[in-house]
């Protein structure tokens, strides 16, 4: 049996804008494999989302996205960012990756029951399995399918979104900040469900601003700056001291580490410095910053000119 994964290699997303272009995300490298949890963090602004849509061919028409992503498994293999929107709609979204939206709640339909979203989703992907089965994934209670979104808890409405999410047996789901406005107990209860799922064999791609709650769930920790990979390594490395001086400062902003925040702000991505874009803001920054640093490592890759060993 082929294993599934994901190997995204040199991928970069430039809106054109009137005024020129805006470099949203450039060269980003990520794996994925069967029981990975990979969280993908970073400011607002540094590219996480245009990534995630990227990959499901979900960008305005003003995107050019370049690179490749290589998706992986027993149906066969597809390169994601060639693909046509047509083979991406048959073969690939709900099938082969489902997408937790950002706010799940609101993507619910306001006035059709949970049953009967599950029920069309199952039956426009043409998926072997009926509502319960596809609620039970997600460990959305059957006693509760017959609510409107509205009647749900904010846990319930995102397991109802992770539901439809898998309902055609997606190997990889991406979540988008799923657990943003959510109390404590339940980013919990949601990322938790991430993990079971990955536990599974799935892989989970999750986008986060929520460092506490991708140290509870994730395997990896890929950390974004400005558009650019700046560290990818296992997540107890990254939680244990992270390489990069970006990855430390976000780390130590924490209200429960230093609670101190990084001076300054995220370059704009229409105009870019020369090499390392952390640069103005990086307390460690020399001269050899002007030139972009090459991210290094196998299995702890760190794109800097003075990283920590
Ligand atoms: N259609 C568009 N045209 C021009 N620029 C865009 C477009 N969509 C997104 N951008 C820019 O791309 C950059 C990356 O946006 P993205 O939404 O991926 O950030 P993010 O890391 O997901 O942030 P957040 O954490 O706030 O969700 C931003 O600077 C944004 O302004
Ligand atoms: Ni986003």
């Known amino acids: 049996m082929v294993k599934s994964s994901l190997r995204v290699r040199g991928m970069s997303v ?7 272009s805006v470099a949203a995300a ?9 029981g990975e949890v990979l969280a993908l963090v970073g400011e607002s602004g540094c590219g996480k989302s245009v990534v995630a849509s990227g990959l499901l061919g979900l960008l305005p028409g003003n995107a050019r996205v370049s690179g490749a992503a290589v998706l992986r498994g027993p149906e066969g293999e597809v390169e994601l960012l060639g693909a046509s929107q047509q083979e991406l709609s048959t073969k690939v979204r709900g099938r082969r990756i489902g ?3 950002q706010s799940a709640a609101t993507h619910l339909h306001p006035v059709r029951t949970i049953r009967a979203q599950l029920a069309e989703t199952i039956s426009e992907l043409g998926a072997e399995l009926d509502v319960a089965r596809a609620a039970a994934r997600a460990h959305f209670p059957a006693d509760h399918l017959d609510r409107y979104p509205h009647q749900l808890s904010g846990g319930l409405a995102q397991r109802a979104a992770i539901a439809l999410a898998l309902a055609g047996s997606a190997w990889l789901v991406l979540a988008d ?7 404590r107990a339940l980013v919990h209860e949601i990322v938790d469900e991430f993990r079971r799922i990955a ?9 986060t ?3 506490a709650a991708a140290e509870r769930v994730a395997d990896r920790v890929a950390v974004m700056y ?3 990979i700046v560290e990818d390594s296992p997540a107890k ?5 992270p390489a990069h001086p970006y990855a430390r400062g976000l780390l130590n902003a924490l209200p429960e580490r230093e609670f101190r925040p990084i001076p300054g702000v995220p370059p704009q991505l229409s105009e870019l410095p020369a090499g390392c874009a952390f640069q103005p803001r990086c307390v460690l920054a020399t001269d050899l910053c002007t030139q972009l640093p090459e991210p290094t490592g196998e299995d702890h890759i760190v794109a800097c000119h003075h990283a920590h060993a």
Not at 14 to 20: A, E, I, Q, Y
Not at 177 to 183: I, R
Not at 237 to 241: E, L, P, R, S
Request: charged share 20%; aromatic share 6%; proline share 7%.
């Open 177 to 183: 900040e799923p657990t943003t406005g959510l109390d």
């Open 99 to 101: 997408l937790v939206p």
């Open 237 to 241: 490395a990254f939680y244990g001291g």
């Open 209 to 211: 601003h929520d460092l």
């Open 26 to 34: 450039s060269d980003v490298s990520l794996d994925l494999g069967e």
């Open 14 to 20: 430039r809106f054109k804008v009137p005024n020129g």
């Open 226 to 228: 400005a558009g650019r």
């Open 199 to 207: 536990d599974q064999g799935h892989a989970v791609l999750m986008v």
